[in-house]
């Protein structure tokens, strides 16, 4: 039951980062030995394991924390104040009827896009997209985040 307990927890915690922007966001693990730092904009995924969690670096690195050895796990979100005129925009995404295309309305403007599953790993990114429709054919059926800037909506394939 303390496994399954955990594991909801990250879990929780993981999926509320899919709303943060991932260029100012830090996944922040501490351990009875020290301070382990990640920018979340280099890691590829996160994984929840029975012992504990593994977090794998954009470069191929994996590291690995038992649950037992973690004292405190957070995000630790940069913030500053920027006056601005601007309103953001919002968004909102439609699927065509065979489930093969994404179409996003609402961006008007070149925009970053990632699309994360439900365990935390990206699946599909995008860098400039300036488009209105994503092809998700290899996308699996289930349930995804879609990331623009820094605005995000879960979907449905």
Known sequence: MKKISRKMLV??????????????T??????????SKFALNTIKCIK???AGISVNINGGENVAFNY?????????????M???????????????GDGST?????VDKVSNVNIYSMNGCIVKKMTNFSGTSIDISGLASGIYIIQVNNQ????KK
Do not use: P, R
């Open 48 to 50: 929840l394991e029975d």
């Open 82 to 96: 920027i006056e601005s005129n601007n309103n953001v925009a919002s968004f909102n995404v439609s699927i065509e």
């Open 102 to 106: 994404l179409f996003i309305n609402g």
């Open 11 to 24: 879990a929780m915690m993981l999926l509320s980062c899919g709303v943060a922007h991932a260029d100012d």
């Open 26 to 35: 830090n996944l922040i693990v501490q351990t009875k030995t020290g301070e």
């Open 68 to 80: 037992s050895d973690i004292d405190k796990l957070y995000f630790q979100m940069l913030v500053s």
């Open 152 to 155: 995000a909506l879960k979907f």
